[in-house]
């Protein structure tokens, strides 16, 4: 599904926005006659930028459905912009519009770019930002265009837009985009992602390219055709974004709207390696993990988990925190999982049976400790012949 700012939801907000924008000029397309990619600007791109490389990294993970707005903030502060600084904050996309721009730029729908931002905007020019930029690459030719890195490597913080994650795998995967993000994350640029950006920031992807799937699905048949994940076959090096704070993590969003959290089992079971014991054969086949390090991070809608890297050099420390809109209307909760014993029964058309999957809820302001693993009460979920129990939160 394509996700789409708060701003597209409230449509005359969005036009009053885009339209201020086109009347001061500060927005503009590079999408020309030929090109194979577009480039939308709100701000001034040319301006310059005196921003250090941040200490630590910084990822944000959003559930898909209305964008937080804080998050956004988040980024824009942890990436060492302030006023007078200037900082070029992009997004990518594979398909979609430049509506990001004007959302996180400007304060209100008048386009102020001073004082306080209201409920549903972001205000960046206010933060300090000099530009607010989106890049729409459609294909691998579009990837690997010097102009695409250009401008992406200038970024100051990025941000993977909502859409179909089957299209950042196969258009952007290894390509010139890729190693260009890659040299970002190694300057510590603050990278985030939503709905299908969410969903190639693990170390592992449900990469979607046969569509979705539901947890029914994946639940009876972990081997379902359309359990797609990427990198394929699993192996612990070659994946897409895979940034060192989620190692061994798949991700997941919109999980309670969508009722995705035995989905979310299934794969994370997947990565689980075979073993053998006294009992019999256990994990899944093309695994290549041991159990405990086999993790899962579900977000609701309107719900953004900030990871927050700590230290002067990696290996980091990572904790997680939550925030949502003041507006929000949902509980807004993310889900901490792990696999504590490999799968007794997961093989291709079989249904899965794993005991005792750890979840840790967050739906408060609790800080969670991502790197130990701790923070949070645990509950265990067993997923027998293809149903989930649990027992009492």
Not at 120 to 149: R, Y
Request: aromatic fraction near 8%.
């Amino acid at each position: 599904m394509v996700h789409l700012p708060r701003i597209r939801s409230a449509s005359r907000l969005a036009v009053h926005g885009l339209l201020f924008a086109a009347s001061l000029g500060l927005l503009s397309t590079s999408a020309a006659a030929g090109k194979k990619y577009s480039h939308f600007v709100t701000g001034d791109a040319s301006a310059p930028v005196q921003v250090s490389a941040p200490a630590a990294p910084s990822f944000v993970l959003m559930g898909g459905g209305p964008d937080v707005d804080e998050a956004f903030r988040w980024m824009i502060t942890r990436a060492g912009i302030r006023p007078g600084t200037g900082g070029r904050f992009v997004i990518i996309r594979a398909t979609g519009t430049e509506a990001y721009d004007p959302y996180i730029f400007y304060s209100d729908a008048n386009g102020n770019t001073t004082g306080s931002a209201i409920d549903g905007w972001v205000g960046g020019a206010a933060l300090g930002l000099s530009s607010v930029e989106t890049l729409v690459v459609p294909s691998i030719d579009a990837a690997n265009d010097p102009g695409v890195s250009a401008v992406l490597s200038k970024a100051n913080a990025v941000f993977v837009a909502g859409g179909d994650q089957s299209d950042y795998i196969k258009f952007w995967k290894g390509t010139a985009l890729d190693r260009t993000l890659q040299q970002l994350m190694a300057r510590n640029v603050p990278v985030g992602g939503t709905s299908a950006g969410l969903a190639v920031l693990g170390q592992f992807d449900f990469a979607a390219l046969r569509g979705t799937v539901t947890s029914e699905q994946t639940l009876s048949n972990p081997y379902n055709r359309y359990v797609t994940l990427d990198p394929a076959p699993l192996a612990l090096t070659g994946g897409f974004i895979a940034p060192a704070a989620l190692a061994g993590t798949i991700t997941d969003s919109h999980l309670d709207s969508r009722d995705r959290m035995g989905r979310l089992i299934g794969f994370m079971s997947r990565l689980v390696q075979p073993s053998s014991g006294s009992g019999g054969n256990f994990g899944c086949p093309g695994g290549v993990l041991p159990a405990a390090q086999a993790r899962g991070i579900g977000i609701g809608v309107e719900t953004a988990v900030l990871v927050e890297g700590s230290g002067t050099a990696a290996p980091y420390s990572y904790t997680a925190r939550r925030v949502t809109n003041v507006s929000t209307t949902t509980e807004s909760a993310a889900y901490f999982l792990r696999t504590l014993q490999s799968p007794t029964t997961c093989a291709s058309g079989q249904p899965l049976t794993v005991l005792s999957v750890e979840i840790r809820k967050l739906a408060d302001d609790t800080v969670f400790d991502l790197s130990n693993w701790t923070g949070l009460p645990a509950y265990h979920v067993d997923a027998i012949s293809g149903a989930l129990t649990s027992s009492p939160y």
